[in-house]
């Protein structure tokens, strides 16, 4: 099973696409997780793809779907995958039908004070990239990673004015998606807002699973 998972930063895309990926048996392909690595690796793209990170904008369309085509070539992908962070704009969608066919895109959805209240209290431990949320999810010790005791770091887009600039960059770029996946039939949704455990279970029911 091919998937597209579409929401707003801090809808918990990642977290059901984790999960469903491993109940699966499929890759969990998250943009965003590649190009923090290419930053981290100070490649060529890292270094492109940092300010723009920083800022809250969007990686170009170009250098995104070069680095997804690659992607889904790999072995792991055979049995399918899910997409989490592309498309983000109706141009990475087009492409992505060039080399890839979608079974279903899945679109998450909550209020944008729910969203700005996950993704603020989101801390990393950078070395890991083990996550915690300072409400919802903390570390044994405030600050302090559970496992190496190392600090933890806030993000600079999980800070609250980034976040605003990214939910308005996801209105413009990224929402008019549901209504391209909508024409095509294949959009489901998913109420975000309930707990973890109950909105992966209105994911399974979405898919027929």
Known sequence: MNLVFLGPPGAGKGTMATRLADDLG???????????????????LGKQVKA??????????????ALVEERLKESDTA???????????IPQAEALD?????????????????LIKRLSGRRVHKPSGRTYHVEFNPP???GKDDLTGEPLIQRPDDQEESIRNRLEVY???????????????TMVTVDAAPKPDDVYASLKTALGL
């Open 171 to 185: 209105e413009e770029q990224t929402a008019p998606l549901v209504s391209y996946y909508a024409d095509k039939g």
């Open 79 to 89: 049995k399918g995958y899910i997409l989490d962070g592309f498309p983000r704009t």
């Open 140 to 142: 044994k010790v405030a």
């Open 52 to 65: 723009i990170m920083e800022s809250g904008g969007l990686v170009p369309d170009e250098l995104t779907i």
């Open 26 to 44: 499929v890759p969990h392909i998250s943009t965003g997780d590649i190009f923090r690595a290419a930053v981290a690796n100070a490649t060529e």
């Open 98 to 114: 060039g080399f890839a066919s979608i079974d279903h895109a899945v679109r998450f959805v909550l209020e944008e004070a729910e």
